[in-house]
């Protein structure tokens, strides 16, 4: 696979970002507050590692870092909007699993 294709990827994953991050701002009014910094976790979490996306194609190994960073932004980023927007911690098992991908893809860059 073409390392370039990470620099889609964070496009992709920048606007899911910054268009998440506007709404939890301005449009998430969820009816317990504690919802709302669950949001905002998500949100910095999701920009952060966004961020980090656009050097996967500088890195050793471009996919594996590429994919643990969008495997993370996906199950621990998605599951916590998930989380607050339903405002239900049902499904909030899977984000330590996204915390997981977050470390082994920074961790993939010691080999």
Known sequence: MNPLIWHK???ISGMAALGLGT??????????PSYKEVWNTASLYHLVHTAALLGAPMAKNPNIFGGL??????????????VAFLE???????APLGGLAFIAAWGSLLF
């Open 88 to 94: 239900d911690r049902t499904y909030a098992k899977v």
């Open 9 to 11: 990827v964070a496009a």
């Open 23 to 32: 709404y939890g701002a301005h449009g998430f009014k969820p009816t317990n």
């Open 69 to 82: 960073l969008a495997t993370g932004i996906v199950a621990f980023s998605g599951t916590c909007y998930a």
